[in-house]
């Protein structure tokens, strides 16, 4: 993972590693765990708030920016049905969505992007206690499946609603309850993810838009941008590897 910038996609869980421009401001529907591999980063948040730090984690739905200050660093996206993001979710309640220098000094690099690789993420965060964590409602994992994999029609809310015999705004409400995001939040970043997940087949962009569902390279630009912050091709232009994992 040294000296290269990497993606790798698991099911509920992403990994970013490398070096990153800073980003605007943006907010996106995963949980993220931010980490400086070869210094401290800055971030940015709420009124005016900015710190300092070689560790960070931030809650779905959280406006911030984040500034690498020009150190290579590794970002972890959960899923908001992964277990890790569900176990987090009251302590982000607890200390409002933001929570600084929560990995333990891991004095190898090797040794943490080891852990990081391999999403073993309890032995850098102790706040991810082990403890039972409430199942996903079957109907919401249901919706899961279908906002994840493509689709040769777009499958509308109601479609998703009726798929589990709920009515549209009671699917709504459901899937927020569950999530933490909206439905909406979520399905632009679910098609940001898969779009990101073409890059494994062609490097080309206006490909990976097309694996998203997008209409179009522009409307893939934006969505990306809105998502994290930054433009596709400073981000994934320089990759050199992107790995998906079952």
């Given at each position: 993972m040294r000296a290269t910038n990497t993606l790798t996609l698991a099911t509920d869980k992403a990994l970013y590693v490398g070096e990153i421009p800073a980003t605007g401001w943006h907010c996106h529907a995963a949980a993220v765990l931010l980490m400086g591999l070869s210094g401290r980063f800055a971030l940015h948040w709420g009124a005016g708030r900015v710190e300092t730090c070689r560790s960070a984690l931030?809650?779905?739905?959280?406006?911030?920016?984040?500034?690498?200050?020009?150190?290579?660093?590794?970002?972890?996206?959960?899923?908001?049905?992964?277990?890790?993001?569900?176990?987090?979710?009251?302590?982000?309640?607890?200390q409002g969505g933001v929570l600084l220098d929560v990995a333990v000094p891991v004095a190898a690099r090797s040794t943490m992007?080891?852990?990081?690789?391999?999403?073993?993420?309890?032995?850098?965060?102790?706040?991810l206690a082990r403890g039972e964590v409430p199942p996903l409602d079957a109907r919401v994992a249901h919706s899961l499946l279908t906002l994840r994999h493509p689709q040769q029609v777009r499958v509308s809310r109601s479609g998703l609603a009726a798929g589990v015999q709920l009515s549209p705004s009671r699917f709504n409400h459901l899937f927020r309850a569950e999530m933490g995001v909206s439905l909406r939040s979520y399905r632009v970043w679910s098609q940001v993810r898969l779009a990101m997940a073409g890059l494994a087949v062609s490097p080309r962009l206006t490909d990976a838009a097309l694996h998203g569902e997008f209409t179009d390279s522009a409307h893939f630009s934006r969505m990306f941008r809105q998502t994290f912050g930054m433009t596709p091709s400073s981000v994934l232009k320089p990759l050199r590897r992107v790995t998906l994992l079952g």
């Open positions: 931030v809650a779905a739905g959280v406006e911030h920016v984040f500034d690498p200050c020009g150190e290579t660093v590794a970002l972890v996206y959960l899923e908001p049905d992964s277990h890790e993001a569900r176990r987090l979710s009251l302590l982000f309640e607890q992007e080891g852990y990081l690789g391999n999403f073993d993420l309890p032995a850098l965060l102790p706040c």
